[in-house]
């Protein structure tokens, strides 16, 4: 029996990016998605995304320092407001 689902890997993985990021509603992701609400409950929590984004992420934050308190203080009273 095969494995394969309905719903493509790439609209899987659209569907739980936008979910994360937490800035639409189901209703509006659905829509935008052409799916119905349910469709997408299953999609977002039934089906795995394929961890792409999970390799983008850890790209961008290797590329992210935090600055020490140091360079912070520094940086406060350097700013031009303080000139």
């Known amino acids: 029996m095969s494995n394969r689902s309905k719903y493509s890997q790439k609209l899987i993985d659209k569907a739980h990016d936008l979910a994360f990021r ?16 349910n469709q997408l409950h299953h999609i977002i929590y039934k089906k795995n995304d394929s961890g792409s984004w999970v390799k983008e992420m850890k790209e961008e934050m290797k590329n992210f320092k935090k600055p020490t308190i140091t360079e912070s203080f520094l940086d406060f009273f350097i700013a031009d407001k303080f000139r």
């Open 22 to 37: 937490g800035e639409l509603s189901n209703k509006a992701i659905a829509k935008k998605l052409k799916l119905t609400v």
